[in-house]
């Protein structure tokens, strides 16, 4: 079977080690596949001392022991990306943790080597033992992004379904706590960061997605944030498990809202979300210092002939007419979009390009959300300085 394996695409960061498209996978590969998913004692040990998990680690002492396992770790890496398959988007993915993870993003970037079954069985056994099993999937963007390696001919117990994800990006979407899932919390929660982080979310209401209960779910949990556990308007019908990842997300110091999208919300929680009246956002801005602000909006009607630009080689960027954005009276940036269909990685690209600022600016942040209707309801946000 090992010789069936061979390298399904190219990286110019591989090419030092000449491993190119259509190379069989070498033995050090095998070896180092081997190890890991036969040995679980090296898997914790590498995790434990290759990485700085938590920040508490100096530079030189990490580089001095990531430098004795870099070889096993590139090989790990080169094995998920050169010989790996797109994780498949019907499929559900599972890992056990053992500790009620607190994140503040559901699409992540796993830049450890992590282990994941298909088995369900295997999920609730886990959750059965420890508590938890995170259900992952597809990040979402380009298949490139979202790699994996299937174990199960290297590995010794190969029933257990187990894949190789490193440096991938990957969509969490449900949380088995003692069997019982949690994937419609996911739901309301994954909306209420969309909304917090000014994504466009107006088609989620509209086609049903986000129901009204949702909304109201949502309401219950800002009243919570607000309250101690201890007042009798204290909503315990929400899981405090969830109540805390509720609690954590906006926290990047902004809280962004896109007043053409909120027609959609219910009153009670447009009421919550209202600036210079909310108690929610005072209570944000008094204890998190995370300060609300309404985001502007534009809308760019690609013609035609740009779209078909963005389909023939050599796939040139389109770009939209000039924007302003005033700053006071008299100051003001001048930008315009650009966007790009990138046939070699599959990704559909969008970028602010600055064309004017005043001479007293030195830096500025950008945000920039996406939202096409026409296009599958395709949407996306960068951030960029």
């Keep these: 079977k090992g010789l069936k394996i061979v390298a399904r695409r190219e990286h110019d960061w591989m090419k030092k080690f000449k491993l190119l498209r259509g190379s069989p996978i070498t033995v050090d590969h095998v070896i180092a596949i081997y190890c890991y998913c036969n040995v679980p004692c090296l898997q914790r040990a590498y995790k434990r001392y290759g990485y700085n998990s938590d920040g508490t680690i100096a530079r030189e002492e990490l580089m001095k022991k990531h430098g004795e396992i870099w070889h096993y770790s590139r090989l790990l890496l080169e094995a998920v990306h050169c010989f790996g398959k797109p994780l498949d988007k019907k499929r559900k993915y599972y890992h056990g943790i053992d500790t009620q993870l607190i994140f503040d993003r ?49 590995s010794d117990f190969p029933l257990e379904q187990e894949y190789l994800i490193f440096h991938s990006f990957v969509s ?74 509720f609690d954590v997300l906006g926290g990047n110091g902004f809280f962004w809202i896109i007043n053409s999208e909120y027609d959609g919300l219910v009153p009670r929680l447009k009421k919550y979300l209202t600036v210079n009246s909310s108690p929610y956002l005072t209570h944000l801005e008094s204890t998190k210092q995370i300060s609300a602000r309404c985001a502007q909006t ?23 007419d000039s924007y302003k954005i005033f700053i006071n009276e008299n100051d003001y940036l001048s930008f315009h979009f650009e966007c790009q269909n990138k046939a070699k990685s599959g990704l559909f690209r969008c970028r602010i390009h600055l064309d004017e600022k005043p001479e007293n600016v030195a830096k500025i942040n950008l945000g920039m959300g996406l939202f096409c209707a026409k296009a599958n309801n395709f949407d996306n946000y960068s951030y960029g300085e």
């Excluded at 994941?116 to 597809?138: M, P, Q, R, W």
């Excluded at 800002?222 to 969830?242: A, E, F």
């Excluded at 534009?298 to 939209?320: A, C, G, M, R, Y």
Aim: proline share 3%; net charge neutral.
């Design 172 to 245: 969490v979407r449900d949380l088995i706590i003692k069997r019982l899932h949690h994937d419609q919390w996911l739901s309301i929660l994954r909306f209420w960061h969309r909304l917090t982080e000014g994504f466009f979310f107006k088609h989620l209401i509209d086609s049903k997605a986000i129901t009204r209960n949702d909304q109201l779910c949502i309401c219950a949990m800002v009243q919570n944030t607000i309250l101690t556990n201890k007042s009798k308007k204290y909503d315990h019908r929400i899981p405090s498990y969830m109540q805390s990842l």
């Design 106 to 154: 559901y699409n992540v970037m796993i830049d450890v080597p992590l282990s994941l079954t298909t088995e369900k069985d295997i999920a609730y056994s886990f959750s059965d033992v420890s508590g938890i099993s995170v259900e992952f999937g597809h990040g979402g963007l380009s298949d490139l992004q979202s790699l994996c390696l299937d174990l199960s001919m290297f």
């Design 298 to 320: 534009f809308e760019w009607n690609v013609n035609s002939i740009d779209t078909s630009q963005l389909f023939v080689k050599p796939h040139p960027w389109i770009k939209s």
